[in-house]
């Protein structure tokens, strides 16, 4: 299928002429300090605490997430591969607040909390007998965070409910007493379109029905009371309090770095359509896939590299950065010889960007 990717042509995308926001191109990195009590695993997913100066490094490999401090000593380890209590059998994603950290187990519908004191397993959510289970199959939780839980600064979790109401999500305490609605579903969103509809979107650079609901919440670090939800696809901003008020929303500009991901899945599209031989699962579509907020409320969202493509295609991470009005002030290329994730800690205080490698162990510290 790559071979026939790399022969077909590239479409004009149009002017792209309404992006705001300075470039800035980040080339220099250096590789995080070394300790031979950090042995890390497959490093894939990053957070980074500003209060504490702390680094929480997702190990795909032994199943848990380690906290280092500024001298890359491990502070605690959370989780770690089993069964039993506080054990893990998938991280979809993990969240730190200023007491607890907390892990959601999508193989299992747990959320579990640890304490950030000893790291210690507390307690957990079974979040399985609160949601409506989609029958589409799952995205693979390291290359898509759309419409999954999600716990708030304040420790409140958000679940996914768009597959039972005009809803995006829906906000629970730790008891699984229901809160509030947050986040409308978009005019057009259908679960019932096929496959060539939806290809034929695609390859024509319109929004498939099915990705208008892609969703992924960002916590509001100036407020824990507000949160952002980023429509990954449309691509929109829109902020809302833990009350199910919309605050306000706005759609993302175009930006070159976004428009060519749109030709990248217009050419996929068109080999499916010119070979129909061809099984290919379909692909979601994101122009976001990550988010991280500042302690001034900046929202800082993770443009997608579509690492399936042939290296002809590749695309550089770009990190676009908003205000708190949700205006686009800043874009950030991240120039690399390898191919980076998109799970970025960022350390605001120093202007730090620590990025993981799609294949391999290191960790780099970019400076913006």
């Given amino acids: 299928m790559f071979i026939l990717l790399t022969g077909c042509q590239k479409k004009d995308v149009g002017n792209a002429g309404e992006a705001g926001g300075k470039v800035k191109t980040l080339k220099t990195y250096h590789d995080l300090k070394s300790n031979e009590n950090l042995l890390l695993g497959l490093p894939v997913r990053l957070k980074y605490d500003d209060n504490t100066r702390h680094l929480f490094i997702q190990d795909w490999a032994?199943?848990?997430i380690i906290e280092i401090d500024d001298g890359s000593n491990v502070v605690n380890v959370y989780g770690g591969k089993g069964k039993g209590p506080g054990e893990i059998q998938g991280i979809d994603n993990f969240f730190v607040t200023h007491h607890h950290l907390f892990i959601v187990d999508g193989n299992r519908y747990l959320i579990n909390k640890y304490s950030r004191q000893d790291g210690h397993y507390i307690s957990s959510l079974d979040y399985g007998k609160l949601i409506v289970k989609s029958k589409n199959p799952i995205h693979p939780p390291l290359t898509?965070?759309?419409?999954?839980p999600f716990v708030t600064l304040n420790e409140m979790v958000l679940l996914p409910t768009q597959n039972s109401g005009k809803f995006l999500y829906k906000l629970i305490d730790w008891k699984g007493n229901k809160r509030a609605d947050i986040g409308t579903i978009p005019k057009g969103y259908s679960n019932k379109e096929d496959n060539k509809t939806y290809w034929s979107a695609l390859e024509n650079k319109?929004?498939?029905?099915?990705?208008?609901?892609?969703?992924?919440?960002?916590?509001?670090?100036?407020?824990?009371?507000?949160?952002y939800l980023v429509y990954s696809a449309i691509p929109k901003i829109a902020k809302y309090s833990l009350s199910g008020e919309k605050i306000w929303e706005h759609k993302i500009p175009r930006t070159p770095e976004v428009d060519t991901l749109v030709n990248n899945l217009s050419i996929r599209a068109n080999v499916v359509r010119n070979h129909p031989n061809v099984r290919v699962q379909r692909i979601p579509v994101r122009k976001y896939v990550t988010g991280r907020s500042s302690p001034d409320g900046d929202l800082y969202l993770v443009t997608y590299t579509d690492p399936a493509m042939?290296?002809?295609y590749h695309r550089p991470v770009w990190i676009h950065q908003f205000n708190s009005k949700g205006t686009l002030v800043a874009r950030y290329k991240i120039?690399?010889?390898?191919?980076?994730?998109?799970?970025?800690?960022?350390?605001?205080?120093?202007?730090?960007?620590?990025?993981?490698?799609?294949?391999?162990?290191?960790?780099r510290t970019y400076q913006f």
């Fill in 62 to 64: 032994k199943m848990s």
């Fill in 310 to 312: 042939p290296a002809k």
């Fill in 206 to 227: 319109d929004l498939p029905a099915g990705a208008l609901n892609e969703a992924f919440p960002v916590n509001d670090r100036s407020d824990p009371e507000n949160i």
């Fill in 144 to 148: 898509d965070i759309n419409n999954d």
């Fill in 335 to 363: 120039a690399s010889d390898v191919d980076l994730s998109y799970y970025p800690g960022i350390d605001f205080r120093k202007h730090k960007i620590f990025a993981t490698l799609f294949k391999g162990l290191d960790i």
